[in-house]
Antibody
């Protein structure tokens, strides 16, 4: 069974940093592109970033480019999101997601999410 | 960037009736070389992560009931629930994965009338 478990969220002051982790199990992690998607309280889904299966290709939403860095450790089956220079508008639940088996970059598996709150 | 716009923002349908949600992209998400539309639909219930329903605009994910269907091509897409069940109350999102950033629609809240 595919499992994705996020951790690392919490309360941080504006300008601060956090590193989110997503522990993957139940599949061959190194074979799949992975994504981060966020959701502000009571709002819709926003795609944040993705990374190729080997970690060599990354892309970001304009709103986080230059502040967030996605990475992965295939030996540890773990996805990361390093978030720097955090702003109030970065507040929300951050989900990691794995692409679907046959659906291109559609997101077939999601974690339960980790809450990031940026506030003074 | 591709902008995804859903309509309506909210929808109330009687149990057993048809529900239709629309999604429009600001540019085509049809990739001509493989004739696939890079469009997915998700369902999100309160307190839960999203669940993939449809990919390639019309292919149902494994385990998704056949009352859910997706249609459309190019820039205009629909998600149809043929006979609404109580458990279908949720927010539904479309997403394009044709180009990064892989944008979502704003969501459509589906309720029981």
């Amino acid at each position: 069974e595919v499992q994705l478990v996020e951790s690392g969220g919490g309360l941080v002051q504006p300008g601060g940093s956090l590193r989110l982790s997503c522990a993957a199990s139940g599949f061959t992690f190194s074979n799949y592109w992975m994504h981060w998607v966020r959701q502000a309280p009571g709002k819709g889904l926003v795609w944040v970033s993705h990374i190729s299966s080997d970690g060599t290709t990354t892309n970001y939403a304009d709103s986080v480019k230059g502040r967030f860095t996605i990475s992965r450790d295939n030996a540890k089956n773990t996805l990361y999101l390093q978030m720097n220079s955090l702003r109030a508008e970065d507040t929300g639940v951050y989900y990691c997601a794995r692409v679907a088996m046959h659906g291109g970059n559609s997101l077939g598996y999601w974690g339960q999410g980790t809450l990031v709150t940026v506030s003074s | 960037d591709i902008v995804m716009t859903q309509s309506p923002d909210s929808l109330a349908v009687s149990l057993g009736e048809r529900a239709t949600i629309n999604c429009k992209s600001s540019q085509s998400v049809l990739y001509s070389s493989n004739n696939k539309n890079y469009l997915a639909w998700y369902q999100q219930k309160p307190g839960q992560p999203p669940k993939l329903l449809i990919y390639w605009a019309s292919t149902r994910e494994s385990g998704v009931p056949d009352r859910f269907s997706g249609g459309g091509s190019g820039t205009d897409f629909t998600l149809t629930i043929s006979s609404l069940q109580a458990e279908d109350v949720a927010v539904y999102y479309c997403q394009q994965y044709y180009n990064t950033p892989y944008s979502f629609g704003q969501g459509t809240k589906l309720e029981i009338k």
